[in-house]
């Protein structure tokens, strides 16, 4: 059973983390000091979408899973909800580089909208 909790709580938290990703340009003109964490998080973000690599998240998850006598993402709500819009399926290499090209180009526009404003 934690094992089950603990692999649901990492779902949400990857979820969570990439909604930062991909929104949490917009937290910085509120609170500048985020720009410290949202901008490595994005790098990182697109860094694994155009290199291809796996979120480390994935396998931990994956091993909380096994670890919990779970085979599959079947069942309950957060499998349910979150498990596609963090693994979608038929996820190729295109699509990979094109998700980080749509985060990269989100967070420039927002970044580059701060920096004028400070002009």
Not at 27 to 44: S, V
Not at 91 to 108: E, H, K, M, R, Y
Request: with cysteine; glycine share 10%.
């Amino acid at each position: 059973m934690f094992y089950r909790i603990a692999a649901d709580l990492l779902v949400v938290f990857h979820a969570l983390f990439i909604l930062f990703v991909v929104l949490g340009g917009l937290l910085i003109f509120r609170w500048r000091w985020l720009i410290a964490i949202h901008l490595p998080a994005a790098a990182w973000a697109v860094l694994l979408e155009f290199k291809g690599w796996v979120c480390p998240l994935t396998p931990w998850e994956q091993g909380l899973r096994r670890a919990a006598g779970e085979v599959g993402y079947r069942g309950g709500f957060i499998e349910h909800y979150f498990i596609p819009l963090i693994y979608p399926s038929g996820l190729t290499p295109l699509i990979q580089f094109a998700i980080g090209l749509f985060v990269l180009s989100i967070n420039a526009i927002l970044y580059g909208n701060l920096f004028r404003r400070r002009r």
